[in-house]
């Protein structure tokens, strides 16, 4: 895959929460978030959930679709909307599980082998930008994969994630790398986690079909070799950022209108909500997971198919993006926090907080290793061992586009 998405239904005790650990003076935030380690590291502390909405909200501008491409195997890319599905309606009944026997994942165990290269991205802008024109360069260049775990941060108290930074010419590139969290969680999955994971890329079978094919999703099969990925400038702030997301599909309104201004829609599995514990985990941990992914590139609805036991689909319930924070907001508040308080003001606020900090500190040439440690509530950037990860002419002449 191009941008590694989280398909698996997930358990409850996976999402269990511990109270963040140090704390944060709001105002302050340039001389306590930040420091150094004694090994040499930059360490930014993470502030509190009710500390961040204190602030003023960070505004996130609409995402603007400037550059796309189709993946296939063999890492065959085409700058086009081949792989780009169309949205049906699955069947209620469907068995997420069919062809699961016959189904090989993808080696996600390698550490030094990136999740999503980011060649594709540098090369589709690269493409694309004779044709949307000049535009401002960026502050940050990333898939929105890293993006998602930024924003969750304020919320996360048990998983760490990683990523790798580089500065050029001004312009900061962040690459997708597993933790070796992600590696042992891959290297032994729980069969409930694999049956999970595919039963999430089975139901976007059942709910697409090829721009120019039938709506025969049964005769199609698991392919993590292909995908569509669009490329969306926004501003977050002060700072302009470049983010590729992998698209499930979009909805067909049978009209004539461009691609463009068609609405690209997002497809979630998870287990029936029989007990309140599930309500409580859907509603506290997955829905902010599946509002932070759509909203981050402007998806406006999300499709869920809620399934047995068994893995069958039972319900499908759709979701306006929009609507996420207020009909979660009893879970997305502390009670500290005041009840005009939501999740976007918290996650905007922190994001562009620790990409400032990032920004500022990253020095031109330079790779660096940026993780989360979920025990210390702190984020840490240290110089990697690693050489450069961006393709040398590819990152020049793209960046000299987007000036």
Not at 2 to 13: C, I, L, P, V
Request: aromatic share 10%; with cysteine; net charge neutral.
């Amino acid at each position: 895959m191009t941008e590694k998405r989280q398909r698996d239904d997930g358990d409850a005790n996976r999402h269990r929460q511990r109270r963040p650990g140090r704390p944060y003076s709001a105002g302050h935030e340039r001389e306590d978030a930040s420091s150094s380690t004694a090994r040499g590291s930059l360490r930014f502390a993470v502030p509190r959930v009710h500390e961040l909405s204190r602030q003023g909200r960070v505004s996130l501008s609409k995402p603007q679709e400037i550059a796309y491409f189709s993946k296939y195997a063999d890492d065959e890319v085409r700058f086009d909307r081949s792989n780009l599905l169309v949205y049906k309606k699955a069947e209620v009944g469907a068995n997420l599980l069919d062809g699961f026997e016959e189904y090989t994942s993808k080696d996600e165990t390698n550490p030094t082998a990136p999740p999503a290269p980011i060649a594709p991205l540098l090369a589709a802008l690269e493409h694309f930008q004779g044709e949307t024109g000049a535009r401002e360069q960026p502050h940050f260049v990333t898939y929105r994969n890293n993006l998602n775990k930024i924003m969750g941060t304020p919320y996360n108290s048990k998983n760490d994630w990683a990523f790798e930074v580089e500065k050029r010419d001004g312009c900061v590139y962040l690459d997708v790398r597993r933790t070796q969290q992600d590696i042992e969680s891959n290297r032994n999955p729980h069969e409930n986690q694999r049956r999970g994971a595919f039963a999430g890329r089975r139901f976007e079978i059942y709910s697409t079909h090829p721009k120019m094919g039938s709506s025969g999703g049964k005769q199609r099969q698991v392919n993590e070799d292909e995908e569509f990925c669009s490329i969306s400038a926004m501003a977050l702030g002060d700072k302009r950022l470049v983010v590729a997301a992998e698209i499930d599909c979009y909805e067909d309104k049978g009209d004539d209108s461009s691609h463009a201004g068609r609405d690209y829609i997002e497809l979630k599995t998870f287990r029936l909500l029989q007990r309140e514990k599930d309500q409580f985990v859907f509603e506290r941990f997955k829905l902010l997971a599946f509002w932070i992914q759509s909203f981050l590139v402007g998806t406006p609805k999300i499709v869920c198919a809620f399934r047995s036991e068994d893995f069958e689909v039972r319900k499908l319930q759709s979701f306006r993006v929009t609507e996420i924070p207020n009909f979660c907001r009893k879970h997305w508040l502390t009670p500290r926090l005041p009840l005009t308080s939501q999740s976007p003001v918290v996650c905007l606020n922190f994001t562009k907080a620790l990409l400032d900090w990032i920004y500022e500190h990253a020095q031109e040439g330079r790779v660096y290793r940026v993780t989360y440690m979920p025990r210390q509530h702190a984020v840490e950037m240290d110089l990697s061992p690693e050489p450069s990860f961006l393709p040398e002419l590819i990152a020049d002449r793209a960046l000299t586009q987007l000036k």
